[in-house]
T-cell receptor, first 113, second 118 residues
Framework: KAGVTQTPRYLIKTRGQQVTLSCSPI?????VSWYQQTPGQGLQFLFE???????NKGNFPGRFSGRQFSNSRSEMNVSTLELGDSALYLC????????????FGPGTRLTVL | AQTVTQSQPEMSVQEAETVTLSCTYD???????LFWYKQPPSRQMILVIR??????QNATENRFSVNFQKAAKSFSLKISDSQLGDAAMYFC???????????????FGQGTILTVHP
């Protein structure tokens, strides 16, 4: 089985712009979770989608949003980018049960100038 | 809310020797899952081992084993016969068994950088 894929792998944006990141889960997985990783804050949970519905959301401002499509692919969007949004964004997929293990993609490195 | 603490920012080990990484967590739940993930320089997060809280037996995966002490809320990772490829950042993570605000959420520790010396 192919693993979790994320595109693009690297992005450079300027303040005020918006960005969309994409995540394709492992085939058969219906849950996608997103995390932000920074040196200062570590790994923080953004949100989780299951069957096109957001089931959980972390403590991030409304500029961070996401969605999931019927094929379980997920996108996250960040509007009005700030310098502090520079981070590695990781997505993880799982079957969708609470007992699942999450499998991670390679991440998207976002740099905001 | 659950918290996970890794008190060792950095550890080092000689190739072929054994090293133990520490992790403690705080929770009021009785059912949960604990994980160790490895993040090499490529930044790809790789699952190392998983432990279900209801299981008393410690999980083992080849050279990797855990010491799970539920009462003490401790979950350490032992790496035996260390190899150069084990060098990475290691994260301890907690996942609640309950749904609701725990859906799809892993709570991570701060990470431990492991260096393996030849």
């Amino acid at each position: 089985k192919a693993g979790v894929t994320q595109t693009p792998r690297y992005l450079i944006k300027t303040r005020g712009q918006q960005v969309t990141l994409s995540c394709s889960p492992i085939s058969g997985h219906r849950s996608v979770s997103w995390y932000q990783q920074t040196p200062g804050q570590g790994l923080q949970f953004l949100f989780e989608y299951f069957s096109e519905t957001q089931r959980n959301k972390g403590n991030f401002p409304g500029r961070f949003s996401g969605r999931q499509f019927s094929n379980s692919r997920s996108e996250m969007n960040v509007s009005t980018l700030e310098l502090g949004d520079s981070a590695l964004y990781l997505c993880a997929s799982s079957i969708g049960q609470s007992s699942d293990t999450q499998y991670f993609g390679p991440g998207t490195r976002l740099t905001v100038l | 809310a659950q918290t996970v603490t890794q008190s060792q920012p950095e550890m080092s080990v000689q190739e072929a020797e054994t090293v133990t990484l520490s992790c403690t967590y705080d929770t009021s739940e009785s059912d949960y899952y604990l994980f160790w993930y490895k993040q090499p320089p490529s930044r790809q997060m790789i699952l190392v081992i998983r432990q279900e809280a209801y299981k008393q037996q410690n999980a083992t995966e080849n050279r990797f084993s855990v010491n799970f002490q539920k009462a003490a809320k401790s979950f350490s990772l032992k790496i035996s016969d260390s190899q150069l490829g084990d060098a990475a950042m290691y994260f301890c993570a907690y996942r609640s068994f309950a749904g609701g605000t725990s859906y799809g959420k892993l709570t991570f520790g701060q990470g431990t950088i492991l260096t393996v010396h030849p």
